[in-house]
């Protein structure tokens, strides 16, 4: 029987895992129009690369101070290179997604010292709901989930200058891009810290990389110089809002983002996760496991339990709060299955992981061929707009809720989304009931396509001429 070498079997299995994240991450970037609070962050990115001035956004009386400038700035940096496309403002949380299966692999790596449990960790968070449902878009979970995994190992190697600089700038990145709540990790290295006796090596190290943190210092002291308490209360009252889901009682909201959900994304992994939950307790607090290796699980597991705790505080229950916990979960399952399977990859990876990748593959190639019509769609309606023949005065767009001028900029997804995708700004209207209602000058409608909205239009007379995905465009007669 031939050999086959371990170590050409884990770089080949370590390829098609690095085609898979590609394949998952970038599938849909050609024909994907954005929608939700992504059209938000495009339409500041977009608003950033128009007026060359980077600040725009955070200035005046609706200055936009909920989140931090750094993923916007570099999606409006995307812009000026490669145009207003979802290409370019969805590049910024794509690639945070591969650094965080790449983090996710090195920390199950460090954890359990097997090949097996760093390729499993990391093929088992790539391939859940969330992944591709929070970092295909432009959305900062990604970002800071990154910049978590990065801070948990960079503490993990304090006592090395290389470790150090990592927990710094994984710092700094979070502040930069999501906001405060990184914060919370640090009590939990503190306790780590005192358990096992390392302050001695922890404080030399951070002594000349903490002067990163003089970046977020400034630019939150800059917008407190900018707007005085308002930044504080902004943050605030974003933090502690009511929940959106008016249908279900507050316990209910936080069951379905929470454990119904979840339990969901991760279906064909869910006894796996459970088990491997269940087990990473078991080894955390057994006598048998190290002292070293029981103290550092302890503090995944804390910092797991952390995000849980922060997500359930908050009012408006979201499933997206749960980002940051799934790398810490599939590092417990990886964990386990290495237990299962030994520390080597077994054989039969490799063509598992080839069919998955030609799986993936022809999903790819039919999720393109189906969206190719919308995407035509964007392009004729984009065309219109270069040609001059829709424009803001000839046009007018229905939304479900139009903010007094001077409201606190927040996520609009139909106005948001027209800026990005089209560039228009034209007079926002609710639906009327009449067509005597639109003004004298509006020749076109823009409506976010929606089965309801379509007939009330037709039986007011216009008639579509264009769709996209999320878009549709109607004409007075």
């Known amino acids: 029987m031939l050999s086959v070498n371990p170590n050409l079997h884990h770089r080949v299995a370590l390829l098609l895992l690095c085609l898979l994240a590609l394949t998952f ?15 938000l962050y495009a339409a500041l990115a977009r608003e950033m690369a128009e007026r060359h001035d980077l600040l725009a956004p955070f200035l005046g009386e609706r200055g936009y101070l909920l989140k931090p400038p750094l993923a916007l700035w570099w999606s409006a940096a995307n812009c000026w290179l490669f145009g207003y496309n979802t290409f370019a403002v969805t590049l910024a949380s794509r690639l945070a997604g591969l650094g965080c299966v790449a983090m996710t692999y090195w920390l199950a790596r460090r954890y359990y010292q097997t090949q097996t449990a760093a390729w499993f960790a990391a093929l088992i968070f790539l391939t859940n709901g969330m992944y591709l449902q929070y970092t295909n878009t432009f959305r900062l979970e990604s970002l800071m989930t990154f910049s978590a995994l990065a801070m948990l190992w960079g503490y993990l190697a304090i006592n090395t200058r290389r470790g150090a600089a990592v927990l710094c700038a994984g710092i700094t990145l979070s502040l930069l891009t999501k ?75 936080a069951w379905l983002e929470y454990v119904s959900r979840p339990a969901q994304r991760w279906a064909i992994w869910l006894p796996l996760v459970l088990v491997g939950i269940a087990a990473g307790f078991a080894r955390a607090f057994s006598r048998a496991t190290p002292p070293a290796a029981r103290a550092d699980l302890q503090l995944l597991l804390a910092l797991l339990l952390l995000n849980y705790w922060i997500s359930w505080i908050k009012p408006e229950p979201d499933l997206r709060y749960l980002y940051s916990s799934f790398p810490l979960v599939a590092i417990l399952a990886g964990g386990l299955l290495s237990r299962w399977l030994g520390p080597v990859l077994p054989r039969w990876t490799i063509a598992a992981s080839g069919g998955l990748l030609l799986v993936s593959v022809i999903f790819a190639v039919l999720l393109n061929l189906k969206g190719q019509a919308d995407h035509r769609g964007l392009l004729a309606l984009q065309a219109r707009v270069a040609a001059g023949s ?10 479900e809720n139009i903010y007094p001028p001077d409201a606190p900029r927040r996520s609009n997804p139909m106005p948001d989304g027209l800026y990005f995708h089209l560039g228009l700004q034209p007079p926002q209207l609710r639906l009327p009931q009449t067509s005597a209602e639109f003004p004298a000058a509006a020749r076109y409608v823009l409506v976010a396509r929606s089965a309801s909205r379509t007939p009330a239009l037709r039986a007011l007379g216009f008639h579509e001429v264009e769709r996209s995905e999320k878009f549709a465009l109607f004409e007075r007669p």
């Open 25 to 39: 991450t970038f599938s849909n970037v050609w024909v994907q129009e954005l929608h939700g609070l992504a059209t």
């Open 179 to 253: 906001g405060l709540v990184i914060l919370a990790m640090l009590p939990v290295f503190a306790l780590h810290a005192h358990a096992v006796g390392s302050w001695r090596q922890t404080a030399p190290a951070l002594r000349y990389w903490a002067l990163l943190l003089a970046l977020p210092a400034a630019w939150y002291g800059y917008l407190w110089f900018l707007h005085g308490d308002q930044l504080a209360l902004q943050l605030q009252q974003d933090f502690w809002r009511g929940d959106g889901n008016l249908e279900l009682m507050p316990f209910a909201s």
């Open 390 to 399: 829709l424009t803001n005065q000839n046009s007018v767009q229905i939304v």
